[in-house]
């Protein structure tokens, strides 16, 4: 189960999408509509958490709603929550907060990471048997990714080509001619 998104597939005019992980400030929580990020929505606390959409959702959309806590070194806020000054009282309500970010920055990398395209043992990247896509359909090297289309527009069966579809070769069984 996540810890920092859940996806959701919308019903028609659906506006309403329950958050079901903490998070420590609202600016935190971003939606994504069909791998899409959209700004168009508020997040509301007073009872169940949940976001809003300002305007509803089609229906079979595709909304995931999830944290994004500041901390991460590639993101451009990455500062921690709490500055800690010398000689001053640390509170406990500092120390928890300071923690707390630290474990949701941990927890959104993990998640991210596992998502990813891994690296295995020798060095390759292993798919795990999940779909690859968005690949170009071009290839600039004979050992890049493609796409099926690509191939199948360069195959000499199935497809309309210029190349004979089968040989002639003289000779017999003995041998062949030039």
């Known amino acids: 189960m996540a810890l920092t998104y859940v996806t959701y597939t919308a019903t028609a005019a659906q506006t309403d999408f329950t ?4 998070f420590i400030d609202a600016t935190h929580v971003k939606v994504d509509i069909d791998g899409t990020n959209t700004t168009a929505f508020t997040v509301d606390t007073t009872g169940t958490d ?31 929550l709490v500055d800690f000054q010398d000689g001053s009282v640390l509170s ?14 941990a927890q959104e990398a993990e998640e991210t990471g596992a998502s990813s395209l891994p690296v295995d043992w020798d060095g390759n990247y292993d798919a795990q048997s999940k779909r690859i896509k968005n690949l170009s359909g071009s290839v600039s090297g004979g050992n890049d990714a493609t796409t099926k289309d ?6 000499l069966y199935g497809g309309s080509v210029s190349l004979p579809q089968s040989w002639a070769i003289p000779g017999d069984d003995s041998g062949w001619t030039n």
Request: glycine share 10%; net charge negative.
């Open 150 to 155: 690509y191939v199948d527009g360069l195959s």
């Open 92 to 105: 406990e309500a500092d120390l928890d907060k300071v923690c707390q970010q630290l474990l949701y920055v």
């Open 19 to 22: 958050i079901t992980f903490p």
């Open 50 to 80: 949940k976001i809003v959409l300002t305007s509803g959702a089609t229906a079979g959309e595709t909304v995931k709603v999830y944290r994004v806590t500041p901390g991460r070194s590639a993101d451009a806020g990455a500062t921690l």
